[in-house]
């Protein structure tokens, strides 16, 4: 699980158990993500909602709901296209 924000964009780097498969997911502010280890899911502080690497919320107050999942390589070059080129945010 890798977290960073371009711009303005908050995104959240995941990766399946097949180390194979992996997400880029684009959320809310409001949320703020850490790794359990314990659990092995990625949990939000605020909420103590719990959420598979594929963006889906697992269990908690959330539950059901999902974050802005991009799928793979062109999920991520999707969410960047938002950017132009030369803005210095890419």
Same mark, same amino acid.
């Given at each position: 699980?890798?977290?960073?924000?371009?711009?303005?964009?908050?995104?959240?780097?995941?990766i399946?158990?097949d180390?194979?498969?992996?997400?880029?997911? #684009?959320?809310? $502010?409001?949320?703020?993500?850490?790794?359990? !280890?314990? /659990?092995? +899911?990625?949990?939000?502080?605020?909420t103590?909602s719990?959420?598979?690497?594929?963006? #889906?919320?697992? $269990?908690g107050?959330?539950?059901?709901?999902? !974050?802005? /999942?991009? +799928?793979?390589?062109s999920?991520?070059?999707?969410?960047?296209?938002?950017?132009?080129?030369?803005d210095?945010?890419?």
């Open positions: 699980m890798i977290p960073d924000t371009i711009g303005r964009v908050h995104l959240l780097l995941t399946e158990p180390n194979r498969t992996f997400h880029a997911l #684009s959320y809310n $502010d409001s949320l703020k993500f850490v790794y359990d !280890a314990t /659990a092995k +899911t990625i949990r939000d502080v605020n103590q719990s959420w598979g690497p594929d963006g #889906s919320c697992i $269990d107050p959330l539950e059901r709901r999902a !974050a802005a /999942a991009r +799928t793979g390589l999920g991520i070059l999707a969410l960047l296209a938002n950017f132009p080129p030369g210095g945010r890419r």
